[in-house]
């Protein structure tokens, strides 16, 4: 018996059912005896700590309001959406809590939504998180509409249909462009049998691991000896260093590990990739160890910046830069999240890169201050440069004049 049919039971395929036309087919499920569902799969540990990962990286990043000038871009902290995506997005909710929901729900649950309220002139005065189960999406006369219904009196305020100007709808892989796939549903065997291992290796614990040994004995024992020798025999074995006295010709049998449980770890080892793999993260970060090395663990954690978090950040962004600005605003106006800071590196490697971008003339030193998360400082916006450099013909046209 191999271990995964011992843990799983054996696999059981339900039929597949056709959906109705246009909307998205969703894989018949296998059944590991576990119900797979949004909840269920919070509850395995690798796939909460992922979760967790995502989103609290996410939530922690600084995120700002700019405006196009002349020479660049400025931060605009004086436009409405800047309080809403920065300092606080409602009454009840800080703008930490915020996107860590939002982040949330779109990594475990393929979709995020937000409802935009609006003043008498248009501008966003608020924005509120509302969970995807309470959200349909529909397309109608070529615009996307959504009904929220939410059934907690507390909230149920935002019931409605809005158009799609006024929600905020962030998604992941999409198959036809109205809503995002759930990860959960369409990794449900994965998950199923992550969930499998993990009652398994419960159940193992439980019962201590194994049965470790058997006492034999050729003859019958009374009902006073038995009982005088399991007494014996438990005081005796306390702890991890008894040594019990067999007697009435007893022997202790020692039995080997049942292979299946000798390879629980090694399960839990593979259900763990499998999360690592839905969620696009590397494994070291939700401990699993055995392919990281000191020298790999920084790559990979740029990698987890690089491949992972950016994709996010560039939904979050679009879809705010879309729907938090007026038309004519919309290209002068920008919504940034930081991801300089976890991309830094150690300090040598910082220092070195500051150190040539202040000596190249594209950064100032008050801008590296600023990405240290210090303070300015006069007289350290100005640029410097080597005095061997500058433009080719310029500098002796100079001389020549001062000298004139």
Not at 96 to 115: K, M
Not at 345 to 370: C, F, K, P, Q, W
Request: proline letters at 4%; glycine letters at 10%.
């Amino acid at each position: 018996m191999s271990i995964f049919s011992s843990i799983f039971g054996g696999a059981r395929r339900r039929s597949a059912t056709v959906a109705p036309s246009g909307s998205v087919i969703v894989p018949p499920p296998v059944d590991y005896g576990q119900h797979v569902s949004n909840s269920t799969a919070m509850k395995i540990t690798a796939f909460y700590a992922g979760i967790r990962l995502i989103s609290e990286n996410i939530a922690s990043l600084p995120r700002s309001v700019r405006r196009k000038t002349g020479k660049g871009q400025e931060a605009a902290e004086d436009h409405p959406a800047y309080r809403l995506v920065a300092v606080r997005p409602n009454d009840y909710t800080n703008t930490f809590d915020f996107w860590n929901c939002v982040t949330t729900w779109l990594e475990g649950w393929g979709n995020a939504y937000a409802v935009i309220r609006r003043g008498a002139h248009g501008s966003p005065v608020s924005i509120h998180q509302v969970h995807p189960s309470n959200v349909t999406a529909t397309l109608s006369g070529g615009k996307r509409w959504y009904r929220v219904i939410i059934p907690d009196p507390g909230l149920s305020w935002l019931n409605g249909t809005y158009s799609g100007d006024d929600m905020l709808h962030f998604m992941l892989l999409t198959l036809d462009g109205l809503t995002g796939v759930n990860p959960v549903i369409y990794n449900a065997i994965a998950l199923g049998k992550n969930l499998a291992t993990e009652k398994f290796g419960s159940e193992f614990y439980t019962r201590k691991g194994n049965i470790r040994a058997v006492l034999e004995t050729d003859g019958n024992l009374g009902d006073d000896a038995y009982n005088k020798f399991i007494e014996h025999f438990k005081a005796a074995s306390e702890g991890n260093f008894g040594t019990p006295l067999l007697e009435y010709g007893i022997k202790y049998k020692q039995l080997s590990v049942n292979p299946v449980a000798a390879q629980l770890i090694q399960s839990e080892t593979l259900s763990i990739q499998d999360v690592a793999r839905i969620l696009n993260i590397p494994p070291h970060m939700i401990a699993e160890l055995s392919h990281a090395t000191f020298s790999n663990i920084e790559h990979q954690t740029i990698q987890f910046v690089e491949y992972t978090l950016r994709p996010i950040i560039k939904r979050l962004e679009v879809e705010l830069r879309t729907k938090m600005f007026f038309s004519d605003e919309v290209g002068r106006y920008d919504v940034e999240f930081g991801l300089g800071g976890l991309l830094r590196g150690d300090t040598a490697a910082r220092s070195s890169y500051y150190h040539n971008a202040i000596l190249d003339g594209y950064m100032s030193r008050n801008e590296v201050r600023e990405l240290e998360g210090l303070q300015h400082k006069d007289g350290l916006d100005d640029m410097l440069y080597p005095l061997n450099s500058g433009v080719v013909g310029k500098e002796n046209d100079k001389n020549t004049q001062d000298n004139g």
